[in-house]
């Protein structure tokens, strides 16, 4: 096995876990009118500010994670992200038939 293999793989690792909240970020970016009034109708308080928190949110922890740079508390900060975030917006547990896919 190559010496610089478990680097890599870790590096990988990072790649893939950043890479995806960096992409949710910038996806939400596209959408965010639409998810400001999905927030507001949730009940969100001060739903615009909300969701711009998020985002940067996302995208500066996710380069965090994927540059290695105080990789553990941006993935803290990702991780209390997710436990705010799913059960208000990924619900899918209380949903049926094709709202129930899109809630995943």
């Known amino acids: 096995?190559?010496?610089?293999?478990?680097?890599?793989?870790?590096?990988?690792?990072?790649?893939?876990?950043?890479?995806?909240?960096?992409?949710?970020?910038?996806?939400?970016i596209q959408n965010a009118a639409f998810l400001t009034h999905m927030m507001a109708a949730r009940g969100v308080p001060q739903a615009r500010l909300a969701l711009w928190l998020g985002i940067v949110l996302q995208i500066a922890a996710g380069v965090l994670v994927i540059a290695g740079?105080?990789?553990a508390l941006a993935a803290a900060v990702l991780l209390?992200?997710?436990?705010?975030?799913?059960?208000?917006?990924?619900?899918?547990?209380?949903?049926?038939?094709?709202?129930?896919?899109?809630?995943?």
Do not use: E, K, Y
């Open 80 to 104: 209390l992200f997710l436990i705010v975030a799913t059960p208000m917006f990924h619900n899918f547990w209380d949903h049926q038939g094709p709202d129930r896919a899109s809630r995943i």
């Open 1 to 28: 096995m190559p010496a610089d293999l478990p680097s890599t793989l870790l590096f990988l690792a990072r790649l893939l876990l950043g890479g995806a909240f960096v992409f949710a970020g910038l996806r939400n």
């Open 69 to 71: 740079l105080w990789t």
